[in-house]
């Protein structure tokens, strides 16, 4: 049986993003920062390094970036960071969706609870949200067929779960906790935004080492 040491280097050479609320052991063990340099040690001999965005003593998300770019690496992060930018507009248009159904001032953060059914309510009772959900659904990102509510939401939900933005924790309850790499993708917004004009897919692989995968 894998050590929680070798649990976590293989969670984050599969691309897994480790935070409190979707693997907490493993968290644990790298908010040490004894720990995280016997992993940055390690990874180091393949050309990785132990990322992380997010601040505060419970909201950090870890991940794996690389630790030096050649033009293997670029090519590879160059078509990571074009897969996130296709996925942008339906995952915010969602968050959007969240929050004003939710009738929150802030958008999800790590460990924010979602109630499926709760949400599923207010949007059939609103024409607009209604509206809203069917759009965001039938994105390719989520593919949903459904011509109803119940359908969409529940697919949308699934998709996010996949993805790694929502984490359920008991599979007989329809309650999600938002995950930590909702952090990374707000890192991802800011980068854009800051270097919309500049030419993304060339700057991608500044955010590589510390930022993007």
């Not at 009738?103 to 924010?112: C, I, N, V």
């Not at 790694?164 to 980068?191: C, H, M, S, W």
Request: with cysteine.
């Amino acid at each position: 049986m894998l050590s929680t040491k070798g649990q976590v280097i293989e969670c984050l050479l599969k691309g897994d993003f480790i935070c409190r609320i979707t693997n907490e052991d493993g968290w644990r063990f790298l908010k040490n920062p004894a720990n995280r340099e016997q992993l940055d040690d390690y990874l180091g001999t393949l050309n990785r390094v132990v990322a992380t965005v997010g601040t505060g003593a419970d909201s950090d998300v870890f991940f794996c970036g690389y630790r030096q770019l050649g033009e293997d690496q670029r090519r590879v992060v160059s078509q990571q960071f074009r897969d996130i930018c296709s996925a942008l507009t339906p995952l915010v248009e969602w968050l959007v969706l969240v929050q004003e159904a939710s009738a929150q001032d802030a958008p999800l953060t790590e460990g924010s609870a979602l109630r499926l059914n709760e949400l599923q309510s207010v949007v059939e009772d609103t024409p607009a949200f209604r509206e809203q959900l069917a759009r965001i659904s039938h994105y390719r990102l989520f593919g949903s067929t459904s011509v109803n509510a119940d359908g969409q939401i529940k697919q949308v939900f699934k998709r996010l779960c996949e993805m790694g933005y929502l984490f359920r924790p008991n599979p007989d309850k329809q309650i999600y906790l938002a995950t930590g790499k909702l952090d990374y993708l707000y890192e991802v917004i800011r980068f854009i935004d800051e270097t919309e004009s500049l030419g993304l897919e060339d700057r991608a692989d500044e955010a590589s080492q510390g930022h993007l995968l």
